[in-house]
DNA sequence: GGGCTTGTTTGCAGGAGCGCAAACTCAATG
DNA sequence: CATTGAGTTTGCGCTCCTGCAAACAAGCCC
């Protein structure tokens, strides 16, 4: 049997009544995912939505012509694959345990219930949605504006913010990421990165290691992102 | 006093009894906005949320640097500035009339009621929200893997389709686009897309004029936007 | 009609970033 | 411990696209 407070202080289900919580957790189903699992693949039938109660998890869309674009990393405590709140029936992205994972997942069917039953997870729900559009459309206006240089700097600042970890040294991304990872994020080249991301250690701005990228001066990296070049020589 | 034929047949209200539509038109407000004109502006108070009855409204983001990008144009028919839905409660970006038009607002202060009273409305809201996300997200992957000349076929290939009027010579987009608009909402420059546009016209794929581009060959333009070359010499 | 504004075309030089290729480094695995 | 394979670094040439500049239409207003 699984607890209420597995999701009690989550911001999915803030300002949630102790019964609705327990209703959730009745009907939700615990899984794992073994690093570089998927959760689920684009276009297949959406028959369950996810919580994300431990791990990292990667959004992926992948083009006819066989490129992969990241669409977003989904942290702990996200709910994810909420395709039945807008009305789809299949997926449409893939999700890739980026490292191993714990979900809780939901049957699609009940979300129509559940929404009219606990109107507050409803509100919290359609507030993510609203969030990841906010967040889409900030990224197309980087990708139409800014130079490469700028959108590596952005997206390495942001994982860092999101899922950083502060250690002695700077803040560390905490799962494994890669040069490649950090180009499909920004439309860009493994190749670009790495050069990108070699002169900024050289800098002293970053440390890095194998699929790893710690931040240590993140107020330089925040100016290179805005276009701020003045302090590269 | 407004009649219920005006949103009966259009896609938002499908489905909906002619109680609901009643009820919905009874707590509407009919506005017209000259071309040109802010329907919203970014940042401001969400009070009102709109349905477009006539006329074409560019939805437009505006960098820190003054830079504008076009998030997209909205037809005839369909619902924009639901902001209350997504648990906003000031615009994301900027609504102007790309002609002079119609509009149908709501107080956003009954966005709650009316979903819990018209589950049906919300559905169909709900679907537009989901296809909008779909459609920036597909943008992010454009502009992270396609080159310009893709773009730009394909940005003005959706135009096309979605207000394309059927004339003799070919489809024409029946509002004002400059090479202006088409490079924001592609991402380059009007000079790129004047460059591109005139080669297309020298090819006979397109037949322009100021503000004005009308296509007569949308299969060779839909190529062009997946990519093929082959035809270019 | 004359002058002005706004949109469009075109040329040319330069640069950002890509593609290809090759060397390197680390980690895992038998 | 040797080997393999994945991830990373780096060099070089090239291309696509931009940025700047200038000339050119086409409405629009007096």
């Not at 959760?39 to 939505?49: I, R």
């Not at 040069?179 to 990108?196: A, K, N, P, W």
């Not at 900024?200 to 290691?209: D, F, I, L, R």
Request: proline share 4%.
């Amino acid at each position: 049997m699984l607890d209420v407070s597995l999701i009690a202080d989550l911001p999915p289900f803030e300002g949630l009544e102790p019964s609705a919580l327990a209703d959730l957790v009745g009907k939700a189903r615990p899984m794992r995912f073994a690093k570089g699992a998927h959760v689920f693949a684009a276009g297949t039938d959406a028959q369950l939505f996810f919580l994300l109660l431990d791990g990292h998890i990667r959004v992926v869309r992948i083009t006819p012509e066989g490129e992969q674009v990241i669409a977003r990393y989904i942290s702990s405590g996200e709910l994810f694959g909420i395709a039945p709140a807008l009305g789809m029936t299949v997926y449409p992205a893939d999700a890739i345990a980026a490292v191993d994972c714990v979900v809780l997942a939901w049957p699609s069917s009940i979300w129509h219930d559940t929404v009219a039953l606990h109107p507050g997870f409803a509100t919290n729900a359609y507030k993510v949605i609203g969030q990841r559009l906010q967040e889409a459309q900030e990224r197309i206006v980087e990708m139409a504006t800014e130079r490469v240089e700028q959108r590596v700097a952005n997206a390495i600042v942001k994982l860092a913010q999101q899922t950083g970890k502060q250690t002695r040294e700077g803040v560390l991304i905490d799962f494994p990421v890669s040069r490649q990872d950090i180009s499909e994020m920004t439309g860009t080249t493994l190749h670009t990165v790495s050069r990108l991301i070699s002169s900024w250690e050289g800098a002293g701005m970053v440390k890095c290691g194998r699929q790893k990228i710690m931040v240590t001066e993140g107020r330089r990296l925040e100016r290179l992102a805005r276009g701020d070049r003045s302090q590269v020589d």
